[in-house]
T-cell receptor, first 113, second 111 residues
Framework: LAKTTQPISMDSYEGQEVNITCSHN???????ITWYQQFPSQGPRFIIQ???TKVTNEVASLFIPADRKSSTLSLPRVSLSDTAVYYC??????????????FGTGTLLAVQP | SQTIHQWPATLVQPVGSPLSLECTVE??????LYWYRQAAGRGLQLLFY??????ISSEVPQNLSASRPQDRQFILSSKKLLLSDSGFYLC??????????FGSGTRLTVV
């Protein structure tokens, strides 16, 4: 599975747009890019998944350049409740005998009032 | 709908005591099942995964074991807990239609 690199932490203020970038230089042709959100003492929660270009849902947007070696999670108008750890993962969209979800250290986003 | 149940939510156990954490999934068949552990302030470490009944793969050598006695049941066990087994344990499942879904976790404190 491709290794990912993302900032350890980020700070923001309520109402701002937050962009978290993830590097994945060794992404494979069949790999998808998936972002999870984790609050303290809870399991990670799926945010968004994409393969190329741009994906948008009700909570976030995911921007993937043509070379797919990086991706950016965009959170519009963050609130205090968006304070969490955000994980970027690269791999198949589902698991199997040889495809396991491996988490990095994630990015701790701290939203200030 | 698909749901995942994990219990207990919190557990305090003395060193040397046995452990049994259970995870069950509803609303899907033949899912892939996973056990992760998260130490305080750190990322998630994959411990075990299973692609079918009785099929268990271990990612790291450790004091723990896993079993899958039924299609939608995954159990994490230990015969004798160590202090280093403390952590936040998460069960997860995946399939082709729904990707990965995590349980609510069990906070284990070994004292």
């Amino acid at each position: 599975l491709a290794k990912t690199t993302q900032p350890i932490s980020m700070d923001s203020y309520e109402g701002q747009e937050v962009n978290i970038t993830c590097s994945h230089n060794n992404i494979a042709t069949n790999d998808y890019i998936t972002w999870y959100q984790q609050f303290p003492s809870q399991g990670p929660r799926f945010i968004i998944q994409g393969y190329k270009t741009k994906v948008t849902n009700e909570v976030a947007s995911l921007f993937i350049p043509a070379d797919r070696k990086s991706s950016t999670l965009s959170l519009p108008r963050v609130s205090l409740s968006d304070t969490a750890v955000y994980y970027c993962l690269v791999g198949p969209p589902y698991g199997g005998a040889t495809n396991k979800l491996i988490f990095g250290t994630g990015t701790l986003l701290a939203v200030q009032p | 709908s698909q749901t995942i149940h994990q219990w207990p939510a919190t557990l305090v156990q003395p060193v040397g005591s046995p452990l049994s954490l259970e995870c069950t999934v509803e609303g899907t068949s033949n899912p892939n099942l996973y056990w992760y552990r998260q130490a305080a302030g750190r990322g998630l470490q994959l411990l075990f995964y299973s692609v079918g009944i009785g099929q268990i793969s271990s990612e790291v050598p450790q004091n723990l074991s896993a079993s899958r006695p039924q299609d939608r049941q995954f159990i994490l066990s230990s015969k004798k807990l160590l202090l280093s087994d403390s952590g936040f344990y998460l069960c997860a499942w995946s399939d082709r239609n729904y990707g990965y879904t995590f349980g609510s976790g069990t906070r284990l404190t070994v004292v």
